[in-house]
């Protein structure tokens, strides 16, 4: 599995919008693999923003951290193995450097732990000035 390339970072005003990618690569038609988005902002801890996982039996689940709850969105392309977040209503507080992760564990995204995750991206820095 692996690599992680992810796309779309950038510079944007407190209110404004910023859409990620990440293609995943290596999970070729493996379709209950768990992928996520994590953030880290210096001096800080990563920590989970939003994941997706497709526990057998289900149509796919996402979990999100309650700071973005209803103004992120994860997604993915299964077809084309490609991870998005769609960012919204975008804070200061959410300026950090974001990184894609995959799992080949259909469990992996339930705890939006980083621990629980074996492939990472480099990273896309997400500035947000107020």
């Known amino acids: 599995q692996g690599p992680l390339v992810e796309s779309g970072g950038g510079s944007v005003q407190a209110g404004g919008s910023l859409n990620l990618s990440c293609i995943v690569s290596g999970y070729d038609g493996d379709y209950s693999y768990s992928a996520g988005w994590f953030r880290q902002a210096p001096g800080k801890q990563r920590e989970g923003v939003a994941a997706?996982?497709?526990?057998?039996?289900?149509?796919?689940?996402?979990k999100y951290a309650g700071s973005v709850k209803g103004r992120f969105t994860v997604s993915r392309d299964r077809a084309e193995n490609v991870l998005y977040l769609h960012m919204t209503s975008l804070k200061s507080e959410d300026t950090a450097t974001y990184y894609c992760a995959a799992d080949i564990a259909p469990f992996a995204y339930f705890r939006l732990d980083p621990s629980d995750f074996t492939h990472w991206g480099q990273g896309t820095q997400v500035t947000v000035s107020s």
């Open positions: 997706v996982g497709a526990p057998v039996g289900s149509n796919g689940d996402t």
